[in-house]
C-alpha cells in the first residue's frame, strides 16, 4: 500500500510538472526599471503557479524587433514582446502577431474600453485593437523653478510657445570670466519623436491617407509651414547657443545636462519623471513640468502617444498563447499599471486606475505625475493627434534626425533639411511595398 502510495505521489508530482506552461517576455525597459517589470512579473507569477515567465531585457526596440525577427526563423519566438508606438504597422503586416481584439472577443473577463480612449485610438486600426497598450507616455517640459527664480523668471510661468522658450533661455544663459557659455536654456534629445509632436499640436499629419489610418501611406506631408516653424525654432535654439543638442537618441546624455543644471528646461519622455523628481531633489533644486511649448499663432491641438505596446505572437502551442494573454491582461491591470506608473512616469492606460489615483489623493499630493496624464487628456482627437500608422516608420524618423544633424551643423537651411528629408523619407515608404 505504501509503494503504491509513493508511486501515485510520484506521477502526480511528474503530472503538475508537466502541466506547467513556459513562456517568455521580451522587454526594452533598462535600468531601474527592469527590476521593476520582474517584481510585476514574480507576482503574477504567484497568483498562476501554472505559469513560468521568463522575462528578458533584450535592448532596445530596434534590437528587440531584430532578434523576434530571427527568433521567428528559428522556429523559437518569444510570446510577448514590446515593441515601440512606430512598429505598429510593420507587426500587423507581419503576420506573425495574434491580434488582441481576438483575445478580447473570446475573454468576457476584460472590457477594452477601460482603457484611455487616446490610447484605445492610437493602437486601434479600423476599430480592431491590434497590440496591448502599456508604458505610454507624451513629452513634457521640464523646467529648474531654482534656477528660474535666479534669472528673474517666473518659476510658476513656464513658456508656452516657441518664442517664449527662446526668450526665456537668453535669460537663463550665464558666461564665465571669458565670456564662454557654461549654462543656457533648453535641451531635448535628437529623435524625431518631437517633430511629430509639434506636427500634431499644429493639426498636421505627418503623412497622407489620414495619417495612414484610412489606407496606405504614399507620401510624407511634413514639408510645409508646420514643419517649417519647427526647424526654424530649433535652428534658432542651436545658432543663437540658447540649445544644447545631443547625439540621435541621446536621452541619458540630454537628462544628465538638466540633472547637471547645465541648461534650465528639458523637454523629455513623461516616464522620466519619477527619475528627474529623484535627480533634482538630490542636486539641491526645485522642479517644475508644464505641456510642450507650441509654435506661436496656432491653438494647441494635442499629443500623440509614445512609448510602447505588447504583442502577442502566435505560437504551434496554444496553452502557451492563452497563457500569454493571461499575463498581459495582468500587466494592464489596475494595480500593476498604479505600480507602473508612480514607479516609472508612464502614465496608468486604464481610466479605473487613474481614477483610483485620484480618488486616493495621489495627483495632489504628486502634480508632476498629474500634468503628464492631463496634457494627454486635454488632447483634441483627430487624426494629427492619433499620430501616424506607417511601416516605414523608422526611416521616416532617420530620415528627419539626419536632416535635423546637418541643419544644426550649419550645411543645410530649415527649408533644405525639410526637403532633403521629404525626399528621403518619400523613398522609404515606396521601398516599403
Known amino acids: 500500500m505504501k509503494r503504491f502510495l509513493v508511486v501515485l505521489l510520484a506521477l502526480m508530482v511528474v503530472g503538475f510538472g508537466f502541466s506547467e506552461v513556459k513562456i517568455q517576455f521580451w522587454h526594452a525597459m533598462g535600468g531601474w526599471r527592469i527590476e521593476l517589470i520582474q517584481g510585476l512579473v514574480n507576482d503574477f507569477m504567484k497568483a498562476n503557479p501554472d505559469i513560468k515567465v521568463e522575462v ?117 544663459v550665464k558666461k564665465d570670466d571669458k565670456g564662454n557659455i557654461i549654462r543656457t536654456g533648453i535641451t531635448w534629445p535628437l529623435y524625431a519623436w518631437f517633430f511629430e509632436q509639434w506636427m500634431a499640436e499644429q493639426n498636421k499629419l505627418l503623412v497622407d491617407n489620414n495619417n495612414g489610418r484610412t489606407g496606405n501611406p504614399t507620401k510624407v506631408l511634413f514639408n510645409n509651414e508646420a514643419g517649417l516653424k519647427i526647424m526654424e525654432f530649433w535652428n534658432t535654439l542651436t545658432k543663437e547657443g540658447l540649445m544644447i543638442n545631443t547625439k540621435k537618441g541621446d536621452w541619458t546624455a540630454a537628462r544628465q545636462l538638466f540633472i547637471s543644471q547645465t541648461v534650465g528646461m528639458i523637454i523629455t519622455s513623461t516616464s522620466d519623471v519619477a527619475l528627474l523628481l ?45 497563457a500569454a494573454w493571461k499575463l498581459i491582461k495582468y500587466l494592464v491591470d489596475v494595480e500593476p499599471q498604479i505600480t507602473w506608473h508612480k514607479g516609472t512616469g508612464y502614465f496608468p492606460v486604464r481610466l479605473d486606475a487613474k481614477e483610483k489615483l485620484e480618488k486616493e489623493g495621489y495627483y495632489k499630493e504628486n502634480p508632476l505625475h498629474y500634468i503628464a496624464i492631463k496634457q494627454l487628456l486635454d488632447t483634441i482627437p483627430s487624426y494629427a493627434t492619433m499620430g501616424a500608422v506607417v511601416g516605414a516608420f523608422p526611416e521616416i524618423r532617420s530620415a528627419i534626425e539626419n536632416a535635423v544633424e546637418k541643419m544644426i551643423n550649419g550645411q543645410l537651411t530649415p527649408k533644405q533639411a525639410l526637403e532633403e528629408a521629404e525626399k528621403e523619407a518619400n523613398e522609404a515608404i515606396k521601398q516599403y511595398f
Request: aromatic content about 10%; overall charge positive; glycine content about 8%.
Open 56 to 172: 528578458q531585457y533584450v535592448g532596445s526596440y530596434e534590437e528587440i524587433l531584430a532578434k523576434t525577427v530571427a527568433a521567428l526563423q528559428a522556429g523559437t519566438p518569444p510570446h510577448v514582446v514590446q515593441l515601440n508606438e512606430i512598429s505598429t504597422k510593420k507587426m500587423i503586416d507581419s503576420g506573425v502577431i495574434v491580434p488582441v481584439e481576438d483575445m478580447i472577443k473570446k475573454d468576457p473577463s476584460f472590457d477594452k474600453k477601460k482603457l484611455l480612449p487616446q490610447v484605445l485610438n492610437y493602437y486601434s486600426i479600423g476599430g480592431k485593437l491590434y497590440s496591448m497598450p502599456w508604458n505610454s507616455s507624451t513629452p513634457l517640459l521640464f523646467y529648474n523653478k531654482t534656477m528660474f527664480k535666479q534669472a528673474g523668471l517666473d518659476p510658476n510661468k513656464p513658456p508656452k510657445t516657441f518664442s517664449e522658450v527662446i526668450t526665456y533661455s537668453r535669460k537663463l
Open 278 to 322: 529623484s535627480e533634482s531633489q538630490k542636486q539641491g533644486f526645485e522642479i517644475g513640468a508644464a505641456y510642450i511649448p507650441i509654435p506661436d499663432g496656432v491653438q494647441r491641438a494635442g499629443v500623440i502617444i509614445g512609448g510602447g505596446s505588447l504583442w502577442l505572437i502566435k505560437q504551434k502551442n496554444q496553452a502557451e498563447v492563452e
